[in-house]
């Protein structure tokens, strides 16, 4: 009698705690990481006991049709990198069955998570985008900064990462462009829009100077500090003033990335210029907004 067939009476949940227990022993894998891998084996459990399938019987095509399973039968599926957890999760519990001896082979370890169609990117409205960019009010060093920061998102299309790496000597503002993401490889000059420049222009002249008093460094966008505005800070920002603005909490400064690019289509814009102002390294992920409705 082979040890496969010797095991095979095993359950799954006992098979399921001796791979738990190997994680936490000899992987070190976090509390986090254990704990998904549970969950993610009991619904698999759960998908084998409904169709009659034991654990040591499950093939590559059952584990894909569980997966499958999770897109389908759901009217919010789960997001991709929680797919590819779960198909990592069994590939790596069928690795350890196979080293164990309680299989022949991982018949996991070419399963890959299903294909998701792409999502279409969120946009708002020309109501929405024109409520939000005029929500900071006033001459005050925060309204000035915030009307800037909101400009570079949706009047350049500017990422947050781009936006918050933006120094002075990448602005030009006679030649109404600047220089996105000047030390990484989609390294593009973008055009300013007529907005977004005297935005910017008054809070070089009269927003920041008040903000950075004690060091001066080469970053556009700081904080209340005079240090340069980091990541999370801008997220805040955006939210605060979209809340403000009265509009949902959907809004991110992704949001306005998205909404500068449908705005520029609905306007006539060439795709092929369009995905150089975003700087996509694939044409494919511009013409994710062809498909977009039109703005209102």
Wanted: glycine letters at 6%; a positive charge; charged letters at 25%.
């Amino acid at each position: 009698m082979t040890t496969v067939s010797r095991e095979a009476a095993q359950t799954f949940e006992q098979l399921m705690l001796d791979f738990l227990t190997h994680l936490e022993r000899a992987r070190g894998l976090t509390r986090n990481t254990r704990e998904a891998y549970r969950v993610d084996l009991l619904q698999f459990g759960a998908f084998l006991a409904r169709r009659g399938v034991g654990a040591l019987a499950a093939d590559r095509t059952t584990m894909a049709a569980f997966l499958e399973e999770l897109v389908v039968d759901r009217a919010t599926p789960p997001a991709a990198a929680t797919l590819r957890r779960k198909a990592a999760c069994l590939r790596s519990f069928y690795g350890h069955l196979h080293s164990t001896g309680m299989t022949e082979r991982n018949p996991a370890i070419e399963l890959k998570g299903p294909r998701l169609a792409k999502r279409r990117p969120e946009s708002l409205t020309r109501q929405e985008i024109e409520q939000l960019l005029a929500e900071p009010r006033g001459m005050s060093p925060a309204a000035l900064r915030d009307r800037a920061l909101l400009q570079l998102l949706y009047g350049c299309g500017l990422r947050a990462s781009e936006a918050i790496a933006l120094e002075h000597h990448h602005v030009d503002l006679d030649a109404a462009v600047l220089r996105a993401d000047a030390d990484g490889p989609r390294r593009r000059l973008v055009p300013v829009a007529h907005n977004a420049l005297v935005a910017i222009r008054e809070y070089l002249d009269c927003g920041r100077p008040l903000l950075v008093t004690k060091r001066e460094h080469g970053h556009v966008l700081v904080n209340w500090c005079g240090d340069a505005l980091t990541r999370q800070g801008l997220y805040k920002i955006v939210q605060r003033r979209a809340q403000t603005a009265g509009l949902t909490d959907r809004i991110n400064p992704r949001t306005l990335r998205h909404t500068c690019a449908t705005h520029l289509l609905a306007s006539g814009a060439d795709l092929q210029a369009l995905q150089e102002v975003l700087g996509h390294t694939d044409l494919a992920t511009t013409q994710l907004y062809t498909n977009l409705p039109q703005a209102a």
